[in-house]
Structures are given as structure tokens and as C-alpha cells.
């Protein structure tokens, strides 16, 4: 493409600026928890072609986690909601109680989340309460209502275990509320790691370290792990663990990170890689956080920016390749055109989101900026045609 070199300089420059502003537009769509479910079919593209057909990921080793299922071991308690009387089951206090004091006998575990309901009271909750006063490193589930964390029966340290589900879909996980109410999978890397995060003006921060405090998960432990590979995760039922000998709990729960919680039945969610209980979904929320991949890394950003910088030449510098191409193999008619102008935005964006989930485990939202690009293209192709830098009818030339 022939231009003057003051022209082509000025289009340089305005593709920098525009480079920054869509690092900006990025910024904001990664922290709106929104994911349109066709835009989660797209991303779901990253994470089979990287886990299931390359093989490329690095799983928590097998010793290092321990996973109790407490779905088959229930009791029933009274409730009123202030219209009804009623009985609704509850994770069995009892021995909850029992296996915690047993695990505190030696507390030589890592550390133990219970991600379980305690919002009704029980008659075992004066025993459960002596347990978990002795039991070390342990952190309970609990969930925001209009804002405000709800009143537990027991008293312990608690993390909020809520997560956006958008269509019954879980896709982003957030790590702080408000700036200051803190998830169980924050608080798990504190106390493990001995982090200490506090959520900045843009990004949740730890020491001089930025992340972002809204971010696609990655799903790095699955199902899979627990039920179907050969060297998979040690898993088992509450009630099956309380009656084992106390040097073989000891032996089995050594400096490993323990989950108890409703692995099988009611607290299942959809993800981009297929349906996956809630406390699946904190544990890789946590190593997502813990291992970094949430962090403001400068080689993702100089990639992306990068990318970006490349896309606004494309868009500010006339004649995209990508779109003739598309457009002639389309064919002539205007609905053609404008849809290869589309496509061509929509596979530039796509191939950068896969090489920067395969490179940097980063997965971008893209099918609002894949709008936006294909409309900013529209806006400056009639702005060239109105002032001359492209001659009406071949949009493939610039007038000297």
C-alpha cells in the first residue's frame, strides 16, 4: 500500500494509542464477571486443545491434596423461615466432629476447608465447636445476602465461597467483595503460602505484586482426577473415614491440603470443561491464585499488546488481506462483505486468545471487542472514503 510517509507515520501513532485503549477495554471486560454462553463455547477451545489434546498442564501433585465427601453422611434439623415449619438435611455434625478431632490429635495436615453449610443449628453443634477449636489450619465456607456475610451456628475463620454463575454456568472467579471480604480460596493461599492480599485501587495486591481480582479459572483439577485416573486424588466419604484406625487418618492426612464438601449431587456447576462440584471449582481458584496465573505478567501483556498493535495497523492503515480474502471466497453480495469484515477480526482474536492461553494460561473475552473492532473498522473505512485516503469503489487503494 502506497502512502505518504507523514500519512503512514500518523497511522502508526493513532494504532499505538488505540493498542493502549484495548488494553484498557480488556482490563474492564476481564473484570465484568459477564461471559456470554456463546462466548464461553468459544473459550472452551483453549482449555481442550492445551489439557485434552496437547496434554499441557501441570496438575497439584496427588499427595498434596485430600478430597471427603460428605454428601451420603446427613442428619435432619428443624428450621422455620418465618412462614414454615420444616426439616431440611444438613452434613452429619456428629461426625464431623469426630473426624476433625481425630485430625486434630496430630493436626499434621496442611490445611482443611469445609466447604458445608452452617447456617441452621443442630444438637451437635456444642461438640463441633469443641473441634474445631482444636483443629489448626481450618477454614469454613460461607456465602454473601445482599451483600453481607450470613450469621453461622459454629464459630471459625470463614471465607465466602460465592462465585458468578451466569446461565448455570461458572466461568470467572472473584477473590475480594466490597475491597474486603475475602473468598476461602484468598484466604487457603494466606494461610498455606503466607501471603497477605489486600485489594488496591485496580488489582488485588500482595506485596508489590498485582493480579486480577476477576479471572477465568483455570480448571486444572477435574472429576477425572478424583474418580477415573490411574494415580488420582485420595477421596472418600466422611462416614467410611471416621471409623478407620487413628495412625492410618494420621498416615493419609500428612501435610495435605484436606476439602470436605458435596462432591457428588446438589452442588454441581457447568464449566468450560463439563460439570464440576462447587468445591472443585475453589480448589482451582485457589491454585490459579497461588500459582500465579492471575498476576500482571509483563510477557502476557507485551504479547497482547503486541497483538493489539498489529489488529489497530490493520484497522488504521487501509486494505486488510484478511478481509479481501474472506470477502472473495464469500462472494460479491454486501451481506458477504460485511460478514468477512466480521470473520476477519473474530479469527485474528481467536488465534491470539489460543496462543496466549497455550503460552501464558491467559484466556480474554473477545466477542465484544470482535463488535467493536469489526464497527471502529466501518467508522474509519467511511472517515478514509469521505476524506479521499481510500478511492470510493476499491477500498483496496490509498490516493496519493
Not at 7 to 34: D, K, T
Not at 66 to 79: E, G, K
Not at 127 to 150: M, W
Not at 175 to 186: F, H, N, R
Request: proline share 4%.
Amino acid at each position: 500500500m502506497n502512502l505518504p510517509n507523514r500519512q503512514r507515520n500518523l497511522m502508526v501513532g493513532i494504532s499505538l494509542i488505540h493498542a493502549f485503549f484495548l488494553m484498557i477495554l480488556s482490563y474492564f471486560l476481564l473484570n465484568w464477571y459477564f461471559v456470554h454462553w456463546d462466548e464461553g463455547e468459544l473459550l472452551q477451545f483453549g482449555p481442550i486443545l492445551k489439557k485434552l489434546v496437547f496434554n499441557i498442564e501441570e496438575k497439584p501433585p496427588a499427595k498434596e491434596l485430600m478430597f471427603i465427601n460428605v454428601s451420603n453422611d446427613n442428619q435432619l434439623v428443624d428450621f422455620f423461615d418465618g412462614e414454615i415449619f420444616g426439616n431440611e438435611a444438613i452434613t452429619d455434625r456428629s461426625k464431623l466432629a469426630t473426624f476433625l478431632n481425630m485430625l486434630s490429635e496430630t493436626n499434621n495436615h496442611k490445611a482443611v476447608f469445609l466447604d458445608i453449610r452452617f447456617d441452621l443449628p443442630s444438637e451437635h453443634d456444642e461438640l463441633l465447636q469443641e473441634a474445631i477449636d482444636k483443629t489448626e489450619g481450618l477454614i469454613v465456607s460461607n456465602h454473601l445476602t445482599e451483600g453481607v456475610p450470613n450469621p453461622m451456628v459454629i464459630n471459625a475463620t470463614y471465607g465466602i465461597s460465592d462465585y458468578p454463575v451466569v446461565g448455570g454456568s461458572f466461568f470467572k472467579f472473584q477473590y475480594i467483595y466490597q475491597d474486603t471480604i475475602k473468598t476461602v480460596p484468598l484466604l487457603m493461599d494466606e494461610m498455606i503460602n503466607n501471603k497477605s492480599y489486600r485489594m488496591g485501587k485496580y488489582f488485588l495486591r500482595e506485596g508489590n505484586k498485582s493480579y486480577f481480582n476477576t479471572f477465568l479459572s483455570d480448571l486444572l483439577v477435574r472429576p477425572y482426577d478424583l474418580f477415573d485416573r490411574e494415580d488420582k486424588y485420595w477421596y472418600a466419604d466422611l462416614g467410611n473415614l471416621t471409623a478407620l484406625d487413628s495412625d492410618y487418618l494420621r498416615e493419609i492426612t500428612n501435610d495435605r491440603i484436606i476439602i470436605l464438601g458435596d462432591f457428588t449431587k446438589y452442588d454441581t456447576h457447568e464449566t468450560l470443561l463439563g460439570t464440576m462440584p462447587g468445591p472443585l471449582i475453589l480448589v482451582n481458584a485457589y491454585y490459579t491464585l497461588s500459582r500465579g496465573l492471575n498476576r500482571l505478567n509483563w510477557y502476557s501483556l507485551a504479547y497482547i499488546f503486541v497483538c493489539y498493535f498489529v489488529i489497530s495497523l490493520i484497522i488504521f492503515i487501509p486494505g486488510d488481506p484478511l478481509e479481501f480474502w474472506l470477502a472473495k471466497i464469500s462472494g460479491s453480495s454486501k451481506i458477504a462483505s460485511a460478514l468477512a469484515g466480521f470473520f476477519s477480526y473474530f479469527l485474528l482474536l481467536i488465534l491470539m486468545v489460543l496462543t496466549t492461553y497455550l503460552i501464558f494460561s491467559f484466556l480474554l473475552n473477545i466477542l465484544w471487542l470482535t463488535f467493536y473492532l469489526y464497527l471502529i473498522d466501518k467508522l474509519v473505512t467511511f472517515t478514509y472514503k469521505k476524506t479521499g485516503i481510500i478511492k470510493k469503489g476499491n477500498p483496496e487503494q490509498a490516493s496519493l
